[in-house]
T-cell receptor, first 116, second 110 residues
Framework: DTEVTQTPKHLVMGMTNKKSLKCEQH?????MYWYKQKAKKPPELMFV???????INESVPSRFSPECPNSSLLNLHLHALQPEDSALYLC???????????????FGSGTRLTVV | TQLLEQSPQFLSIQEGENLTVYCNSS?????LQWYRQEPGEGPVLLVT?????EVKKLKRLTFQFGDARKDSSLHITAAQPGDTGLYLC??????????FGSGTKLNVKP
């Protein structure tokens, strides 16, 4: 299995809703990432998990809450979002630098989020 | 602040032409990657370069890492419509931490 699977593919939510994005990989990768991509812009790093521990938070607002329940799963919990948070949310995984290998990301297809 | 600048931002060429995309920074990278992204999909890794001066070839694509590991280029020979997409470079500055370049949108017309 060489894929990163993201669900749902599309999500429309109101500003008072609580929802979660899910990401799964079975490649033995020990680093997992959340990126946010606005239209016609490059992906922007949000969070990095290394060996299931949060290692990088790029000053993301607290209305985004990541969770890594085990080495294969990564969630992004959403609460009280704003319309400007509408974007493509990409999950990626890679071997951790601590595993010593030359790393490259494998990306999921993303969740297209619309906040209304 | 954009750490990695790509040029050109947009490129529209005819099938069969050659092209070069550049990725530049004032910072040194531990490694650098190139990705291609199609609309509605996640980026797909094309190559990772690590050593200054390194050159890698992937069929009609040639990737070069600058000697000082601050810049990189992607050259495509005899472009085809299937090469159309958004090309992104991503530089590794710290452990597990990559930042993406501003992107080059390539359109190859048949």
């Amino acid at each position: 299995d060489t894929e990163v699977t993201q669900t749902p593919k599309h999500l429309v939510m109101g500003m008072t809703n609580k929802k979660s994005l899910k990401c799964e990989q079975h490649m033995g990768h020990r680093a997992m990432y959340w990126y946010k991509q606005k239209a016609k812009k490059p992906p922007e790093l949000m969070f990095v998990y290394s060996y299931e521990k949060l290692s990088i938070n790029e000053s993301v607002p607290s209305r985004f809450s990541p969770e890594c329940p085990n080495s294969s799963l990564l969630n992004l919990h959403l609460h009280a979002l704003q319309p400007e948070d509408s974007a493509l949310y990409l999950c990626a995984s890679s071997q951790d630098r601590g595993q010593g290998a030359l790393i490259g990301y494998t990306f999921g297809s993303g969740t297209r989020l619309t906040v209304v | 602040t954009q750490l990695l600048e790509q040029s050109p931002q947009f490129l529209s060429i005819q099938e069969g032409e050659n092209l070069t995309v550049y990725c530049n920074s004032s910072s040194v990278f531990s490694s650098l990657q190139w990705y291609r992204q199609e609309p509605g999909e996640g980026p797909v890794l094309l190559v990772t370069v690590v050593t200054g001066g390194e050159v890698k070839k992937l069929k009609r694509l040639t990737f070069q890492f600058g000697d000082a590991r601050k810049d990189s280029s992607l050259h495509i020979t005899a472009a085809q419509p299937g090469d159309t997409g958004l090309y992104l470079c991503a530089g590794e500055y710290n452990f597990n931490k990559f930042y993406f370049g501003s992107g080059t949108k390539l359109n190859v017309k048949p």
